[in-house]
């Protein structure tokens, strides 16, 4: 019982990744500027990076899907399995080199999620902490204060609208991704000598 509330709160404590196997990607994946994924697929084959911080392209701002075609649905499939792979529980489209405006989210027990186009249409008031980390900035952590809750609409895979009120780590995953489309980074969040420390700790991973 005891170990799997451990596993439960190593997965709570993080945001675009999972603690549990933050080391052994982190490792890998900090000495490289990208990580291309080939994955053989029936209909599209899409080579997709990993983008790493610090690229450019993770501070640019993403585009509005004008038509979801088989293209992007091929694609946020590849961005489900890459954000697998990599333990993650969220992966904006800018994350695999891409400036369509999606993300896709997978937050323990619940559906696998894609917003395509989403927009935050409201936020509570109500601010809290949470402990967040990035795929793209592998191997660190900080807390961070977002709104508790949200309210959006977005587009799915199947091209149908919707709409979405929710709190908790639902609603910090989405703000985590959505903020990637606007080319925001966790770190931007933090106070200046934190942001700075963040930053230290990563670029001397990346060195190792
Ligand atoms: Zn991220």
Redesign the pocket.
């Known amino acids: 019982m005891a170990k799997a509330a451990n596993i439960l709160n190593a997965v709570l404590r993080c ?2 990744f999972i603690p549990a196997l933050a080391t052994a990607w982190g490792n890998f994946a900090a000495r490289k500027d990208s990580l291309t994924f080939l994955i053989a697929l029936p209909r599209v084959s899409l080579m997709l990076e990993l983008v790493l911080f610090p690229d450019e392209r993770l501070h640019k701002i993403s585009s509005s899907v004008e038509n979801i075609n088989g293209e992007i649905k091929e694609l946020v499939d590849q961005m489900m399995e890459i954000m697998h792979q990599g333990g993650g529980i ?1 992966l ?1 489209g800018v ?1 695999v080199g891409r400036m369509e405006s999606l993300f896709v989210v997978h937050v323990l027990e619940e559906a696998p999620l894609v917003f395509i186009n989403p927009e935050i249409t409201s936020c509570s008031d109500n601010l809290v902490p949470y402990e967040e980390g ?4 592998p191997g660190v952590y900080a807390e961070v204060m977002r709104p508790d809750a949200i309210e959006l609409r977005a587009w799915n895979q199947q091209g149908e609208e919707f709409t979405m009120e929710t709190r908790g780590v639902l609603a910090r995953v989405i703000q ?2 959505y903020d ?1 489309l606007r080319g925001v ?2 770190y931007e969040h933090l106070k200046r000598g934190m942001k700075k420390r963040l930053l230290a700790t990563y670029e001397k991973s990346r060195n190792q």
Not at 134 to 137: A, G, K, R, T
């Open positions: 945001l675009d969220g904006a994350q990035c795929l793209s900035i985590h991704e990637h980074l966790f």
